[in-house]
């Protein structure tokens, strides 16, 4: 009686902790977590969230033996492997964590052969992007929406894996598609954010920063970005790429590429009334994947003005 009196408290104490743990209480959660501990140093979740708590707090080297012991106690659980393998990287040890890391992926594969499973998938996703294996990363993540299109978490990591590819206009679709299930995370704003002042739309990535400020204030470095991009608008105003992306002009002309180049996504085109060349980049290509135009293609366009002149926008090909 008094044992089984003794592990109820142990799971009271747990149940406790990990309230404290999600509200980012960690060195609170701590002391419960040591003491249900002690009454039982076997339970899987006990382990688990010792080990978890102690990463938050940044106690790596109890982190790291917790979550060893979390996966003696559980190999099964494949989201061990990630963050025992992030802990190395972050204490340098290189071959332990390449060693775990490689467990972690067959531990997936071999889990999701006998029965596929979004969680499963998330983790071998993060697994490989933690390695910048980015391309493989994606490919997992589109299994785990063949399973669940709902999915916050998997559309938040195509946000940040495009990111990460120079996949910016495919990032800011994927965070529009997390944002819309979870409003609340700062992440996807971020990401939204920083692709949208990769592609030098700054209004819009000031908009994306804002958000992910108001819901994370303590992002010291977006902070000092976010200032810095406002300084700049009030001494040069819209970019090019700005007036491409909120041009109204719906007037339709049609033209031939006199060239364009691919390096810098730059060129012109020529009026087919005569009219003098038209700047074209190659944000305006109304074209999915790689965004490019070829010498002699005919295209049909509205135009508008810049201060370095006229300027294409909305371009299709003909």
Not at 47 to 61: K, Q, T
Not at 131 to 142: A, D, G
Not at 293 to 310: C, H, K, M, Q, W
């Amino acid at each position: 009686m008094a044992k089984i009196k003794t592990n109820e408290h142990a799971e009271e104490l747990l149940e406790k902790a990990l309230d404290k743990i999600f509200a980012k209480k960690a060195e609170s959660a701590l002391k419960d977590l040591k003491e249900a501990y002690a009454i039982d140093r076997h339970n899987p979740k006990t382990v688990s969230a010792l080990a978890l708590c102690y990463m938050m707090i940044g106690d790596r080297p109890k982190a790291i033996e917790m979550y060893k012991k979390s996966i003696e106690l559980t190999p099964e659980d494949t989201r061990q492997y990630y963050y025992l393998g992030r802990l190395y990287i972050e204490e340098n040890k290189q071959v332990e964590a390449m060693s775990i890391f490689s467990t972690g992926i067959y531990k997936c594969k071999e889990k999701l052969k006998v029965k596929p499973d979004i969680d499963t998938y998330i983790d071998l996703a993060k697994i490989h992007a933690f390695q910048n294996q980015h391309e493989e990363s994606v490919l997992t993540l589109f299994k785990a929406l063949r399973l669940d299109e709902g999915n916050y978490e998997t559309y938040r990591m195509l946000t940040e894996e495009y990111f990460n590819l120079a996949l910016y206009r495919e990032s800011i679709i994927e965070a529009e598609k997390a944002i819309k299930l979870n409003d609340k995370d700062h992440e996807a704003f971020l990401y939204a954010g920083l692709s949208y002042h990769k592609l030098n739309i700054m209004t819009r990535a000031l908009e994306f920063f804002s958000k992910s400020l108001a819901l994370n204030p303590a992002q010291p470095e977006l902070k000092s970005l976010h200032d810095k991009i406002i300084e700049l608008k009030s001494q040069n105003g819209p970019t090019v790429e700005e007036i491409i992306y909120f041009s109204k002009q719906t007037d339709r002309h049609r033209g031939t590429v006199k060239w364009f180049n691919d390096e810098n996504g730059i060129g012109y085109i020529k009026l087919h009334d005569g009219g003098s060349e038209v700047f074209v980049h190659y944000l305006a290509i109304n074209k999915d994947g790689y965004q490019s135009l070829y010498e002699g293609d005919e295209v049909e366009f509205s135009i508008d003005t810049a201060p370095t002149g006229r300027i294409a926008v909305r371009i299709d090909v003909l």
